[in-house]
């Protein structure tokens, strides 16, 4: 189905490619891919879900952008510390090098946090533990006390004591402030790997040499300069709730595209899209360009009914001939996918530039 994005790029949506089956592990649902495309090949790691909203990643394989040729019958990750007892969630997936590197939530039933793993076969995974910050609601606070009068800073509290409220004393001691959809950049940047994730409502950026300069003292400094770090904030109309990052970026003569969701809050509840913008080559915390109006909401039934109805969450990108395909998690129970021609897509973000309004 061709449809006209509000900018007037034309989205064709291919329907339903995944959905859950009889098997425990996806009963509940299937969603929100990482995708590796090989040539032909699309390989794709998606989020499971079993009863009780567990979840382990399951592994596909399509020829084209749409056509299932494989389909593992067991999970090819699963949880295997106390920090991800609930489920390991919403996986991304790119390759540096020879290596490939797989971002991905732990969730303990509790705290919400970014995690990583390689693998040199996309067969094997080495878990390589939490990357992102972690720090209970009272250190974070302190932490960022300095920013409490930017909105964004101040939201990412509220947004962690609502969602837990009413907080016990042991939820005070042990509750870590959520930090999500972790996405490695395709390639180092001036030798360093290069990293977007989602402290709410906002997207922010992150670098580093090797896994072990990510301690505890170099989150500290992070956090203390937290203003210095956010690349996007929610911004346009179909960003009322919240963004965060997508899909891995994809390097083109333009700039970094990147393909992001955005939350609007509706009276009732959450409406997901996907959306646009471009980062400058050199320096991916500049914002270049960004669309006004999102490329793909939940219009379909498919989209609007499920787990979490009216949901559009975009994890991953392939490219056949001229065309972006964009896959994404459908109201949170199946698999999605739409494309659209990169090079209208990369032409209508040009005549959205200059939009970086934090720099």
Not at 13 to 21: H, S, W
Not at 66 to 91: C, K, N
Not at 185 to 192: A, D, E, S, T
């Amino acid at each position: 189905m061709e449809l006209a994005a509000a900018n007037d790029l034309i989205v064709t949506k291919y329907g339903v490619i995944l959905e859950k089956t009889e098997r425990v592990f996806e009963e509940l649902g299937v969603l929100n891919p990482a995708i590796y495309q090989e040539g032909n090949t699309v390989h794709m790691f998606y989020r499971a879900a079993k009863k009780g909203n567990f979840s382990t990643i399951g592994y596909c394989r399509f020829e084209g952008p749409q056509t299932l040729v494989e389909r593992s019958t067991t999970p090819i990750f699963a949880p295997d510390f106390i920090y991800e007892i609930h489920g390991v969630e919403d996986p991304r997936i790119t390759k540096i090098d020879a290596v490939f590197y797989m971002t991905y939530v732990t969730y303990d039933g509790m705290n919400a946090c970014g995690a990583l793993a390689t693998s040199k076969d996309l067969k094997t995974f080495k878990k390589k533990g939490i990357i992102t910050p972690k720090f209970i609601l009272n250190e974070f606070t302190n932490l960022i006390r300095k920013h409490l009068q930017n909105p964004s800073i101040a939201k990412i509290l509220a947004f962690n004591m609502e969602k837990n409220y009413p907080l016990t004393e042991t939820m005070k001691e042990n509750l870590y402030v959520w930090d999500k959809n972790v996405v490695f950049f395709p390639k180092k940047i001036n030798g360093k790997f290069v990293a977007l994730h989602r402290l709410f409502p906002s997207i922010q950026i992150f670098t580093f040499e090797k896994k072990t300069d990510l301690t505890d003292e170099f989150w500290k400094d992070y956090l203390k300069n937290l203003p210095d770090h956010i690349v996007m904030e929610p911004k346009f109309d179909h960003e009322t709730s919240h963004i965060g990052p997508g899909a891995p970026p994809i390097e083109t003569n333009e700039g970094w595209l990147l393909i992001y969701h955005s939350a609007e809050r509706r009276e009732k509840g959450l409406v997901y899209h996907a959306s646009a913008a471009l980062l400058d080559l050199e320096n991916p915390a500049k914002v270049i360009a960004r669309l006004a109006n999102p490329i793909i909401t939940p219009s379909e039934y498919y989209e609007r009914h499920g787990y979490v109805n009216y949901v559009v969450f975009p994890t991953g990108t392939a490219i056949f001939d001229d065309l972006l395909y964009i896959y994404y998690g459908a109201a949170d129970d199946k698999i999605a996918v739409a494309s659209l021609n990169l090079k209208d897509l990369l032409n209508e973000l040009k005549q959205h530039s200059n939009e970086n309004n934090l720099q």
